[in-house]
């Protein structure tokens, strides 16, 4: 066995939540780690997304990290969602709290990671030409964040700003009093237009799919509720950990929206309309299964959305039809004033997918089949290249010397998420094929089984632990085997991230495993009681 020397045992790239779940765990296993992240500061996905409203959708008490009671109990959430802003403070607090900065590169950004088979290590390059070399590659950069830059003609002429919602310029910019156009309707512009609205001069929505919107309900953190959560936190993580989309939600106690008579249904949908996406999961266990059942929870969004908008041509456009696609076949955004900011006079409506597709943009706006609408600032919402995308941007070569991205052409196969065979020695956070879940839940269930997983190749003097090309067709098969008896199947109708039917290069394909975040994380323990037995590890001797 070669006994080279390795800048760092474990390199990972990402500041976000999993950065510091890596830096947590790895270095209380003995471990030196090194994170990496191109952002200014850390905080991944709160670092970029610095639109006007990028707000949490999953409530703020359990949207962080477990691993510490001390961290739990200690930093106090002031409201239901935090902005970006307060979980960029939460970040700083964990960072300082658990001295995490010496661990933490910023600034840097990766341009190549190569396995080196002599070695069996990881090269990594920076963008600088910087080079490091460590035993383990991670990847936390995250499942949402390597944004769509739409095609459309003239993008280049525009003489204003032009960015991408997830590329909000650093240094705030001040959109008072100028016009705004938006290209895109999901739950970013869902969470943005109301509050830019409130001082831009005007705000044009260029929309093409319409949305389940769901209400947010935002509300302050009460010291009573405050109190009632930290007496309850080992309860609430627990409750994370067993729930299908890993959040501290209640089940519905095995009622089937098709088996309850309509007054009472409707009367449980009444009652459980309280914010969040608490209602898919709390009223009846089969909303997401039967397409029945679906329908009815469509029906009663549908009634809830049109009450609040005002004008019946802008509920055309924004409230999707019955028959247009099933309920969570696209992520439903969460609400904080949506619908009711199209009653301003400032904010206008587009209907780019019927009525006037765009044309082009040119130096002063945006030209559609009808008209020229001229903006000072132009923000593409147009949404990610979700799962891969991040672990695409750049080469990450395995064994062959083939990148993620030329294995990736047809199918984005990985097992559980978290290991892709020809790439030894690498673990990915909430990969392809892992589930769609409250991410920090599934970001710390990931850590654990990669650090466990670490832990054995160091204490039996392992060198490499190379993904099994059979374990990564059974997870493959399992995960498209259960996508396909769902009704998020029906996601490429609608150009649904979920499937990556949002992209242009790429067919729709399985992305999410849907078994259950809580089953998923079952398996995974299980994987790790039993040796990994997804793996296999080698000692190089000699
Ligand atoms: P998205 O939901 O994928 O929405 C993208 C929007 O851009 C869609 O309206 C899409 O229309 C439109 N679009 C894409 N390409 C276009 C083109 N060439 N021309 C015109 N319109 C185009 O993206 P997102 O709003 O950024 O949200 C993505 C995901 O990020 C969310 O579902 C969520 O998981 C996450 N997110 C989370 C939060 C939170 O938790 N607080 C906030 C924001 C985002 P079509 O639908 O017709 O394709």
Redesign the pocket.
């Known amino acids: 066995m070669t006994t080279q020397h390795t800048d760092y045992d474990a390199i990972a790239i990402g500041a976000g939540f999993a950065g510091l779940a890596l830096i947590h765990y790895l270095r209380e296993a003995g471990l030196s780690i090194r994170v990496f992240d191109k952002a200014a500061d850390i905080g991944g996905t709160w670092t970029w ?1 610095r639109y006007p409203g ?5 409530e703020s008490y359990y949207y962080c990290l477990t691993f510490s009671r001390e961290l739990l109990q200690e930093w106090s959430w002031t409201r239901r969602y935090p902005d970006w802003k307060e979980t960029h403070n939460y970040f700083h607090f964990v960072a300082d709290k658990c001295d995490m900065w010496p661990h933490i590169q910023l600034n840097t950004e990766i341009v190549s990671a190569d396995y080196q088979q002599d070695s069996a290590h990881w090269l990594i390059t920076t963008a600088a030409g910087d080079t490091f070399t460590c035993k383990y590659f991670i990847s936390g950069m995250g499942m ?1 964040s390597e944004p ?1 830059i ?1 095609k ?1 003609k003239g993008m280049d002429t525009f003489k204003g700003p032009l960015f991408h ?1 997830s590329r909000w310029p650093q240094e705030d910019l001040d959109y008072a009093g100028k016009r705004v156009g938006i ?7 869902v ?1 943005m237009l109301p509050v830019m609205a409130k001082t831009a001069k005007s705000v044009t929505v ?4 319409p949305n389940f919107i769901l209400p947010a309900m935002q509300q302050p953190m009460t010291p009573e509720w405050e109190k009632e959560i930290k007496e309850n936190y080992d309860e609430i993580v627990t409750k994370c950990r067993n729930h299908i989309f890993g959040m501290a939600f209640d089940t519905a106690e095995g009622r089937k929206a098709v088996e309850t008579s309509p007054e009472e249904r409707q009367r449980i949908f009444e009652e459980k309309w309280t914010g969040s996406f608490r209602w898919v999961f709390e009223t009846f266990e089969d909303l997401l299964s039967d397409p029945e059942a679906n329908k009815m929870a469509s029906q009663f969004i549908i009634d809830k959305m049109k009450e609040r908008i005002e004008d019946p041509a802008i509920a055309e456009i924004l409230v999707p039809k019955l028959e247009d696609y099933p309920l969570f076949a ?2 439903p ?1 969460l609400d904080h004033g949506y619908l009711e900011a199209y009653s301003r006079d400032n904010v206008h409506l587009i209907d ?2 019927d009525r006037e597709p ?1 044309v082009e943009i040119t130096e002063t706006g945006v030209r559609t089949t009808e008209n020229h609408y001229e903006f000072d600032i132009i923000v593409l ?4 290249k979700a799962y891969t995308g991040a672990l695409e941007a750049f080469p990450i070569r395995g064994v062959s010397g083939q990148t993620l991205r030329e294995k990736w052409q047809q199918q984005s196969k990985s097992i559980m998420g978290v290991c892709v065979a020809d790439f030894p020695n690498m673990f990915i956070v909430t990969g392809p094929q892992a589930p769609f879940a409250n991410l920090p839940t599934s970001i710390e269930q990931n850590v654990i089984w990669i650090t466990n997983c670490i832990k054995k190749m160091e204490s039996e003097g392992y060198d490499v632990v190379s993904p099994r090309q059979e374990a990564e067709d059974e997870w493959t098969a399992h995960t498209a085997e259960i996508h396909n008896q769902t009704l998020m199947a029906e996601g490429d109708k ?2 649904s ?1 979920m499937m990556g039917a ?1 992209l242009e290069d790429k067919a729709p394909r399985v992305l999410i495993y849907f078994g259950g975040a809580n089953n998923y994380y079952d398996r995974m323990d299980e994987s790790a009681n039993q040796g990994y037995p997804e793996l296999e590890f080698e000692k190089r001797t000699g």
Do not use: E, L, Y
């Open positions: 997304n990028a707000m949490t959708d999953s949402i769509v739409p459309i919602s290209i895109g309707a999901g739950a970013t512009t969470q260029f929309h093409r799919t696209k992520r955004p780019i997918k765009i919402a147009t949404g990610f609608v150009n991230w949002n």
